[in-house]
Structure formats: structure tokens, C-alpha cells
């Protein structure tokens, strides 16, 4: 008649567990590519939104420098 080792039993319960956990654990960290691509899109119109803002930061300077010029021409 076969025996079992009750530790061997235990030890393989125990690792069965937390495979289970480590799993749980994964599930909740899956990104999805939803998620991803919103995440991308979000960045790119912060992007956007700060180069618009800079660009029209750069025109008011070139502007600003333009009217120096014709005033020192004068």
C-alpha cells in the first residue's frame, strides 16, 4: 500500500496557493492595448498642446524682434 508524505502534501498545497496569489496578482497588472493606446493618445495631445503653446510663444518673440529691427531702421 502506497503512503504519502503529509509535508510533500502541504508543501504542494502551500505552492498551488500562491501561484493562485502571484496569478491574482498578474491579472490586476494586465494592461490591455485600450489602455495602452488611450494612455498614448493622452500623451501625444499633451504633446500637442505644448508645442502649440510654444509655437505661439515663438511667433509673439519673432514679432517682438521684427518691430526692434524696424525700429532701429528708422
Given at each position: ?73 528708422q
Open positions: 500500500m502506497p503512503t504519502v508524505d503529509l509535508s510533500t502534501v502541504n508543501s504542494s498545497s502551500s505552492a498551488n496557493t500562491q501561484n493562485g496569489s502571484e496569478f491574482t496578482k498578474n491579472a490586476e497588472q494586465v494592461v490591455t492595448v485600450f489602455d495602452l493606446a488611450s494612455e498614448i493618445e493622452q500623451s501625444l495631445n499633451q504633446a500637442l498642446a505644448q508645442i502649440e503653446a510654444n509655437e505661439s510663444q515663438f511667433e509673439k518673440s519673432l514679432i517682438s524682434i521684427h518691430e526692434r529691427l524696424s525700429n532701429l531702421q
